[in-house]
């Protein structure tokens, strides 16, 4: 009967802060593979102090995120397939993790070619719930 409780007790523990984070990229990356942006956007705080640093400086905001994404992938060929790679999580508090990993596009019809760069992520628990509040991707 013990270890039947055990298990059952064990199954049922909430992720870990690593774990929850982790489930939330891969999402995005199933999200973005499917080509669904706003679905890859959930990942994100929806606010308009979301930050999200790239090639061409800041954007504030969900929104103006996701349509510089929308801008900048606008095809299946554009958008290709997205891995993340070399995942450090590192929580800062039981609210606050950071997130450094590479991520790569395969884009094998794309005329850009494939893509690929380092991003810093912050994550915050909001609501219950882990959500990117700021991305700096190169």
Same mark, same amino acid.
């Given at each position: ?21 982790a489930q939330v990229l ?9 080509g669904d942006i706003p ?8 606010? +308009? /102090? ?6 061409? $400086? ?8 996701? +349509? ?14 997205l891995d993340f790679s ?6 800062? /508090? ?19 070619? +494939? ?12 609501? $219950? ?5 700021? +991305?700096? /991707?190169?």
């Open positions: 009967m013990l270890p039947s409780l055990l298990l059952t007790l064990a199954l049922a523990a909430p992720p870990t802060p690593r774990q929850a984070i891969t999402t995005q990356a199933a999200a973005w593979n499917r679905a890859f956007m959930a990942g994100y705080w929806h606010s +308009d /102090s979301l930050v999200f640093i790239g090639k061409n $400086g800041a954007t504030y905001g969900w929104q103006p995120t996701l +349509d510089t994404y929308k801008k900048s992938y606008p095809n299946a060929a554009q958008m290709g397939h070399q995942l450090r999580i590192t929580p800062l /508090s039981p609210e606050v993790a950071q997130v450094v990993g590479h991520w790569h596009l395969t884009r094998p019809n794309a005329p850009t070619g +494939d893509a690929q760069g380092q991003f810093l992520l912050i994550f915050r628990k909001l609501k $219950g719930e882990w959500v990117i509040v700021a +991305d700096h /991707s190169s």
